[in-house]
């Protein structure tokens, strides 16, 4: 009753299923300051969606979830529009490098297998990061001490590097080289797996640059908006591989999820925040690394398209 076809990924799937996950990955952006798109692209492709369509229309329905986050953080002062822009400039030029090496996997047959294998190794390696972190965090609250072992605005080696700005809303001195080689990465990642890069921006601004928790989240989100904007216009003129009718409901729902995040944000505490998004984030590459261990045979069947023309 509730099944829809999706012209571009040739499949028909439920209605209410996709505008479910939609909320539910608009709730995590809002919550957590990333695009979600970590966790909807290995959805979309287990309910069958192809991989390439998959990371082509998530980047889509990303624009409309971040859109909607970073709204109801920008209405609590949590924006640094400077670092985003500086975020931005780095973001562009990974997103217009990593559609084209998507264009040069899909033409050898490898798009697939590569998609997989990213999520696996990234996601892996930051949630056991984050997780290990934000539980020493949670330890050192309850035993009294600080959250943090170094003061916003600390820094190591970041603070010797050159063309320095000053960025008064996170209240940081320091070089726009890490933030731009930042905004890169996570651009060549937004076209590749289809993401917003917040799992890796929100660490790495919090770690890295130092800023402050509550500012990260807004910026994380204002700087996504603009790169999975430019990735999804590139990957359609590119790869013809955005499914329209797929990401309008996701969309709807990403809406509408990611405003009740943003309230439920703010009733817990960084360190706790840190520590959930640490746990979805291992979950959802142990559940891609089972998939390809156990079913390693869909990891060869780019044989036919190899073959066809």
Request: charged letters at 10%; proline letters at 4%; a positive charge.
């Amino acid at each position: 009753m509730f099944e829809i076809y999706l012209p571009i990924a040739e499949l028909s799937v439920n209605l209410l299923v996709i505008l479910g996950m939609g909320g539910a990955v608009g709730f995590l952006s809002g919550m957590f300051g990333v695009g979600g798109g970590f966790l909807m692209t290995p959805l979309l492709i287990f309910l069958g969606i192809p991989p390439a369509v998959a990371v082509a229309t998530e980047a889509n329905q990303i624009v409309a979830s971040s859109v909607s986050g970073a709204l109801a953080q920008w209405r609590r002062g949590n924006v640094d529009i400077k670092m985003g822009s500086v975020l931005l400039v780095g973001g562009i030029v990974g997103a217009v490098f990593g559609v084209q090496l998507v264009k040069l996997l899909r033409e050898i047959g490898q798009v697939d297998l590569i998609i997989s294998l990213s999520y696996v190794t990234f996601l892996g390696i930051i949630g056991a990061l984050m997780l290990i972190e934000s539980v020493r965090a949670i330890r050192r609250v309850k035993a009294g001490g600080p959250v943090s072992m170094r003061r916003p605005g600390q820094h190591n080696w970041i603070h010797g590097l050159p063309f320095k700005m000053r960025f008064k809303h996170s209240k940081l001195y320091i070089s726009a080289i890490p933030p731009l080689m930042i905004g890169t990465f996570v651009g060549v990642l937004a076209a590749i797996m289809g993401v917003g890069g917040g799992f890796i921006m929100v660490p790495a601004m919090i770690y890295l640059l130092r800023m402050p928790t509550n500012v990260v989240v807004g910026t994380s989100l204002f700087q996504i908006i603009f790169v999975t904007a430019a990735v999804t216009i590139l990957h359609s003129a590119t790869n013809q591989t955005v499914d329209v009718l797929l990401a309008l409901i996701l969309m709807i729902g990403g809406v509408i999820g990611a405003q009740f995040g943003a309230r439920a944000g703010q009733h817990l505490k960084g360190e706790q925040l840190r520590a959930l998004l640490a746990l979805m984030v291992l979950g959802v590459s142990l559940r891609l690394l089972f998939d390809l261990v156990i079913q390693p045979e869909e990891l060869f069947s780019v044989g036919p398209a190899l073959g066809g023309h």
